[in-house]
């Protein structure tokens, strides 16, 4: 679900097969891993925001954004979650991090396979802007 259902595809994202997220989570283009349930994968952020930066996606192409979400995809929420609070102390992270999951162009979405960014090493200004 959520590919037919969603207006705020980027154009030039015609296929599953030009995914770059769904590449990335088959191993056909490479990441820098850094942790993987059944269901997510986790890994750095080419661009990174801050010190910690990752980015854990859905194997399978569930959903386009956060707006496709249902209770279809609560176990893969909660090993997203879960993997997230690992990654957080792995990187000992202990004085705060963050979550974003950007959701169409206004808010920056420029990949649209759900993902969820992991911030954190830095102080993080709120409201975000
Ligand atoms: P968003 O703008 O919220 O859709 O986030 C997409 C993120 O994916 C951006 O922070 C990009 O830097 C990141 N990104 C795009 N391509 C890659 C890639 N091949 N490897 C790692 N991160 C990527």
Same mark, same amino acid.
């Given at each position: 679900? #959520?590919?037919?259902? &969603?207006?705020?595809?980027?154009?030039?994202?015609?296929?599953?097969s030009d995914c770059i997220f769904c590449q990335i989570a088959a191993g056909r283009i490479p990441a820098?891993?850094? #942790?993987?349930?059944?269901?997510?994968y986790a890994f750095r952020d080419n661009n990174p925001q801050a010190p910690t930066?990752? /980015?854990?996606?859905p194997k399978e192409h569930v959903a386009d954004s956060a707006a496709d979400l249902g209770p279809q995809h609560a176990i893969?929420?909660?090993e997203l979650f879960?993997? &997230?609070?690992k990654i &957080?102390?792995?990187?000992?992270l202990e004085l705060g991090w963050r979550l974003v999951t950007n959701v169409g162009p206004e808010a920056g979405q420029s990949v649209y396979h759900l993902h969820v960014?992991? /911030? #954190?090493?830095?102080s993080l200004r709120w409201p975000p802007g």
């Open positions: 679900m #959520g590919r037919r259902n &969603a207006p705020q595809r980027a154009p030039e994202e015609t296929s599953l820098k891993k850094v #942790g993987e349930t059944t269901h997510v930066h990752v /980015l854990l996606i893969m929420l909660t879960g993997l &997230a609070a &957080a102390r792995d990187e000992r960014h992991l /911030l #954190g090493g830095r």
